[in-house]
Nanobody, 126 residues
Framework: QLQASGGGLVQAGGSLRLSCAASGFTFDGYAIGWFRRAPGKEREGVSCISSSGGATYYADFVKGRFTISSDNTKNTVYLQMNSLKSEDTAVYYC?????????????????????WGKGTLVTVSS
């Protein structure tokens, strides 16, 4: 299972760090993606990190503001979110892709991700 945490209420311009922790399996070999769904909008990909950590991907709307990283010793992937904007308000989810190369993320085949965690709500006040 995956569990996203770290969401909350923050003012525009502020920062949050989301965590995605796994239980029952290790992240070894899995790519981990972050996704979000804002009210009334479709789910969208935010970022992804390959199983080796050597490749990272970001949606254009978060480039330069968000950073994805992994700590395999803690079986956790992080999403550092800086310079938050009101349009970043959404429920954020993490998901695992056993293929390890973020292929499902980059091809926008989000339903092909293997495991999804419960989301964490991020609210950015303007």
């Amino acid at each position: 299972q995956l569990q996203a945490s770290g969401g909350g209420l923050v003012q525009a311009g502020g920062s949050l760090r989301l965590s995605c922790a796994a239980s029952g399996f290790t992240f070894d070999g899995y790519a981990i993606g972050w996704f979000r769904r804002a009210p009334g909008k479709e789910r969208e990909g935010v970022s992804c990190i390959s199983s080796s950590g050597g490749a990272t991907y970001y949606a254009d709307f978060v480039k330069g503001r968000f950073t994805i990283s992994s700590d395999n010793t803690k079986n956790t992937v992080y999403l550092q979110m800086n310079s938050l904007k009101s349009e970043d308000t959404a429920v954020y989810y993490c998901a695992a892709d056993y293929r390890g190369r973020c292929s499902r993320y980059t091809s926008h085949y989000y339903n092909g991700m293997d495991f999804w965690g419960k989301g964490t709500l991020v609210t950015v006040s303007s």
